[in-house]
């Protein structure tokens, strides 16, 4: 692990070598309440093909405040605010091709990256992310229940007998391991409690949720969506109908890739599925010029 100064928190990073046979970087963005770790099975399956680069987003993970003085400054957490994070971080490492990989909350920040700075972002996969639809009452009910979740969150949850059981049954099509059950409570317990709430409560105001679709619409870079066929958090008819907001979709309506026996943990439960995806998706793009915004899948 390394760590990088971003705005007055030390940001943990994990940037494999560089490869000889493509240019572009996988970046890849987690999801609220969790944390780099999980995006390792792809790295294993992709590293020899691509660079990549995981990190953990400010107020997650190992990206942790000394002190509460950045946390509660101007900035606070929307979108768009972990958007400069990451470009300041993209900065700081010189790299200036990027793809973004972002899973749920991940994935709204990798789309407000690619159009605040389209010069540094050849595409974005988002995974099990979706949206744009915005239901008054249930959006109220998720947001109370989530500042709640955050509150009460006992740090002696760690200790608790098989509480790692439930996490590794939690949001997905299958068990996972109970080693990835642990990581989830670990990571659970230690996002700092400002940065949990904000980004919960930032991310999804009625007007955060309207201008997502708008965000993607004005995107220029190709744009895929990976549901979960068994996503209860994220249902593949609100990823279809983000998705198609995009150009891809418009043109040829194939920038949706849909896994089966998947819940919302898609780079944990199928990680060979969608590092083939990844790999198809993006290899595809390499032959072009990184100033040609033209896609091979989209004839108009």
């Known amino acids: 692990m390394a760590s990088i100064d971003i705005r007055g928190v030390e940001h943990a990073y994990d940037l494999s070598e560089p490869t000889p046979n493509t240019r572009s970087v996988l970046v890849f963005l987690h999801g609220w309440l969790l944390s780099r770790q999980y995006w390792q099975p792809l790295v294993d399956r992709l590293a020899g093909e691509f660079q990549c680069l995981r990190y953990d987003l400010r107020g997650f993970g190992e990206s942790q405040p000394n002190g509460d003085l950045v946390l509660h400054s101007h900035y606070r957490y929307t979108p768009a605010a972990y958007a400069k994070d990451l470009e300041i971080l993209l900065d700081r490492l010189e790299l200036s091709e990027v793809w973004l990989v972002g899973h749920s909350l991940g994935g709204t920040v990798a789309l407000w990256t690619a159009y605040q700075f389209p010069e540094r972002v050849r595409g974005v996969v988002c995974v099990n992310a979706g949206g ?48 990835w059950g642990r990581q989830r409570v670990l990571d659970f317990v230690s996002a700092h409690p400002d940065a949990a709430r904000g980004a919960l409560l930032d991310s999804t105001t009625e007007d955060e949720v309207h201008r997502l679709p708008q965000i993607v619409s004005q995107i220029h870079q190709p744009v895929y969506f990976v549901a979960g066929a068994k996503d209860t958090i994220m249902e593949p008819q609100y990823v279809r109908h983000l998705a198609s907001f995009h150009r891809l979709f418009e043109c040829c309506g194939n920038n949706v890739i849909e896994l089966e026996e998947c819940g919302h943990l898609s780079m944990v439960e199928r ?27 989209c004839k108009s």
């Not at 008054?136 to 006992?154: C, D, N, S, T």
């Not at 590092?275 to 793009?285: D, F, G, K, R």
């Open 132 to 179: 744009g639809i915005y239901l008054k009452e249930e959006f109220e009910r998720f947001r109370r229940a989530g500042e709640q979740i955050v509150r009460l969150r006992p740090q002696w949850l760690t200790q608790f007998p098989l509480i790692d059981w439930l996490f590794a049954r939690a949001a997905v099509a299958k068990p996972l391991d109970r080693s």
């Open 271 to 297: 990680p060979d599925v969608l590092a083939e995806n990844l790999c198809s998706i993006v290899l595809q793009y390499e032959k072009f010029d990184s100033t040609d915004r033209n896609d091979p899948n």
